[in-house]
């Protein structure tokens, strides 16, 4: 991710045009909320989507369970509308607690 005056994200955002690397990258450009007169650029994989980070984890994980989180009702396993992130932590707590611990390891403690 690069942050920088506005003029100078044009300047590279245009180099990176030209070098050919919109098309073989996936490149977004957009204003600072935080810093007038500013932008940004973030560079990512041309397959960089949270489907494919998702199967790579739980490949990488050997997860046989995911759960997810999203405000794309029938993309995620939970729908959470924005600005209702409370409802994620209920979530979670009603799937993992309390959490059961083997009875070797309670009698270690």
């Given at each position: 991710?690069?942050?920088?005056?506005?003029?100078?994200?044009?300047?590279?955002?245009?180099?990176?045009?030209a070098y050919g690397f919109l098309k073989r990258l996936k490149v977004l450009k957009y204003d600072s909320t935080d810093y007038p007169g500013c932008a940004y650029i973030k560079i990512?994989?041309?397959?960089?989507?949270?489907?494919?980070?998702?199967?790579?984890?739980?490949?990488?994980?050997?997860?046989?369970?995911?759960?997810?989180?999203?405000?794309?009702?029938?993309?995620?396993?939970?729908?959470?509308?924005?600005?209702?992130?409370?409802?994620?932590?209920?979530?979670?707590?009603?799937?993992?607690?309390?959490?059961?611990?083997?009875?070797?390891?309670?009698?270690?403690?």
């Amino acid at each position: 991710m690069l942050i920088d005056r506005k003029e100078r994200i044009e300047q590279t955002y245009r180099a990176l045009d030209a070098y050919g690397f919109l098309k073989r990258l996936k490149v977004l450009k957009y204003d600072s909320t935080d810093y007038p007169g500013c932008a940004y650029i973030k560079i990512y994989n041309h397959n960089a989507t949270k489907e494919n980070m998702i199967d790579y984890l739980k490949e990488r994980l050997q997860a046989g369970r995911v759960v997810t989180f999203g405000s794309i009702a029938g993309k995620y396993t939970y729908t959470i509308a924005p600005g209702s992130e409370e409802r994620v932590v209920k979530i979670m707590k009603k799937l993992y607690e309390p959490v059961k611990h083997p009875k070797k390891y309670m009698a270690d403690s």
